[in-house]
């Protein structure tokens, strides 16, 4: 018995951290980071886009 009560112990010390609710937080702010970022490159990337469009019309 005194195995189990030594292995419920440690597990509930180990459970009871924030380490699982600061990783959410982090998971969180990559994923809004990564939102960001694809929406940056699609409204650069059509106007560069349209910047290389009108270059090479004038161009040619």
């Not at 018995?1 to 937080?25: I, N």
């Amino acid at each position: 018995m005194l195995a189990y009560e030594y292995v419920s112990a440690w597990l509930q010390a180990r459970c009871r951290t924030d380490r699982g609710a600061s990783l959410v937080e982090y998971a969180l702010l990559v994923a809004l980071i990564a939102v960001v970022c694809i929406i940056a490159i699609t409204f650069l990337g059509r106007q560069a886009d349209e910047k290389f469009s009108s270059v090479g019309s004038a161009i040619g």
